[in-house]
């Protein structure tokens, strides 16, 4: 059985570019949950699909946009990068929402 | 809006202590809480998983303990090891709504030889 898996595994970015990270969920299960760590601090939900539909989303502005594939992988798109974006990106993938959440080795994403 | 608080924030022991990691919330109606740990620059490894209407788990030497009216939450940790050394991520699942995970900041623990 794979896990989740995510890619790139880091990323160096400047001000102002998009950027798009992805993310291969645990075979069978289709709800996908991104979720934001900065450097000390505990991760902070982005949004979730399920079934390709976005199911629920944090206090994140819209410049952080995603989807979620047939196949469930997804992607999260982060546009106007900002110094303040430079963080952990992890993936968790779930039978559905309330199952127990398994998380890839994220993107570390750094804003220059 | 649940607020997820983890105490100490640090903690260093030497080999074979037994040890308390707390976690405090403030929403008690949730359907879970999850045990996480995190190594430096890494994912995270899911360790207990307890329902709301579970009081404990157990896998090998940790044990985690749930009390939803008071809105607390223990990880023992028996006997510690070096290769313990690592970030506790305590987190809750609300019950209400769609389902997502609130996280504490960590509890960042070394295990000394």
């Known amino acids: 059985e794979t896990g989740v898996t995510q890619s790139p595994t880091h990323l160096i970015k400047t001000r102002g570019q998009q950027v798009t990270l992805r993310c291969s969920s645990q075979s069978g299960h289709n709800t996908v949950s991104w979720y934001q760590q900065a450097l000390g601090q505990g991760p902070q939900f982005i949004f979730q699909y399920y079934r390709e539909e976005e199911n629920g989303r944090g206090n994140f502005p819209p410049r952080f946009s995603g989807l979620q594939f047939p196949n469930y992988s997804s992607e999260l798109n982060v546009n106007a990068l900002e110094l303040d974006d430079s963080a952990l990106y992890l993936c968790?993938?779930?039978?559905?929402?309330?199952?127990?959440?398994?998380f890839g080795d994220g993107t570390r994403l750094s804003i220059l | 809006k649940q607020e997820v608080t983890q105490i100490p924030a640090a903690l260093s022991v030497p080999e074979g202590e037994n040890l308390v990691l707390n976690c405090s919330f403030t929403d008690s109606a949730i359907y879970n809480l999850q045990w996480f740990r995190q190594d430096p620059g890494k994912g995270l490894t899911s360790l207990l998983l307890?329902?709301?209407?579970?009081r404990e788990q157990t896998s090998g030497r940790l044990n985690a303990s749930l009390d939803k009216s008071s809105g607390r939450s223990t990880l023992y940790i028996a006997a510690s090891q070096p290769g313990d050394s690592a970030t506790y991520l305590c987190a809750v699942n609300l019950a209400s709504g769609y389902s997502t995970l609130t996280f504490g900041k960590g509890t960042m623990l070394l295990v000394s030889p």
């Open positions: 968790a993938s779930s039978l559905d929402g309330y199952q127990p959440q398994h």
């Open positions: 307890i329902q709301s209407s579970q």
